[in-house]
């Protein structure tokens, strides 16, 4: 029988409130050929004691003396350096692996062949009590294939549930970890998967205890941050789709209402970049993706046999350009996050803490009618 190694790993800063039972539902897995990385961020807490208490020859530590605050990548790239199984399992130190998680998510991954696997999450508060909620029946559905999350994604939003999440290691270690982003870290990464080609499969079967609570990164206190932060972060994310090396036949998919796209033969496969930035820079709400999308079409456009394949294919030119700049100016200022930033990019955030909020009251309001009973 095939048993792959599977590396979980989890990072840590001041979580002596929940390590241990991540800890201890990695240790309860029904799977046994595991190995876990612990990645101590410089805490200040006991989290480190916990941590080191657990003496299984399976378990790795890493200890960083600095922290380097809310890091995104930073940390999955540190753990992907140092993991050895053919499948990562990346687990936040508030969450709880169920029993079968990993032969759950490995044998989706095997069985269909699969890149990246997403089990179902089920909600529960601070204590462990469920909440009667799960990711794909209360909060996003399974939309489809690959095209259909690659297309939620170019809007700016995610249904994809990261502490659901079971991926390829080769797969992961082919694309670029981008260190500098936070918010849309997760995002970009099944973007660039996908984009290249990775497959992608889902567990309807709840695999995570998703713990809802008020330190998590996606809280409203992290709001100012957010805001401050989004402009900056959506230039970066929508890079990983103007930079791409997608087909005709894939932008054809992932864009089917485009006359552009629909315009392209087999032979056109170097006018592909102008067209999935044209669709960004006209199509799209967020004004930072249109702002990114205008510089792509502005270096396209400069060079002069490309120029050219473009004005005879779709009789657009830099005069275009030019005009749509002109007509419809975008102005950023560190207000414009708040002004204009489209709700899929804010909303992905406050949505998810919205959910929570709600969760907990339901919970709070059963709880009390049962007691008054």
Known sequence: MNAPLVTVITSYYNDQAFLKDAIDSVLAQTYKNWELILINHASTDSSRDIAHSYKDERIKHIDLHQNYGATGN???????????????KFLSADDILKPNALNTLLQAALTNQADLVFGNLEFIDIHKNLLGKNWFEHHYPILGDEIAYLQALLQGTSPLPFPGNFIRKKVAEQIHLDCSIILNADMRNWAEILLNG??????????????????????????????????????????????????????????????????????????????????VAYHTKNIFYRWSARLALADILD???????????FSFSIKNIRQEITENPIYLSHNQPIREASFSTLGYYFFRKLFSIILLRDYRHKNNFLKKR
């Open 74 to 88: 930073f940390l999955a790239h540190t753990g992907l350096k140092n993991a050895n199984g053919e499948f990562i």
């Open 198 to 279: 990775g497959k992608l499969c889902f567990v309807k079967e709840p695999v995570v205890l998703y713990r809802i609570h008020s330190g998590q990164m996606c809280s409203v206190h992290a709001y100012d941050n957010i805001i401050k932060r989004s402009a900056f972060e959506a230039v970066r994310f929508i890079k990983v789709f103007l930079q791409s090396s997608l087909s005709v036949n894939k932008i054809k998919e992932l864009l089917p209402l485009d006359p552009y796209a629909q315009l392209l033969t087999e032979t056109d496969s170097l006018l592909v970049p102008f067209v999935l930035a044209h669709h």
């Open 303 to 313: 060079n002069p046999i490309l120029r050219t394949a473009i004005e005879q294919k």
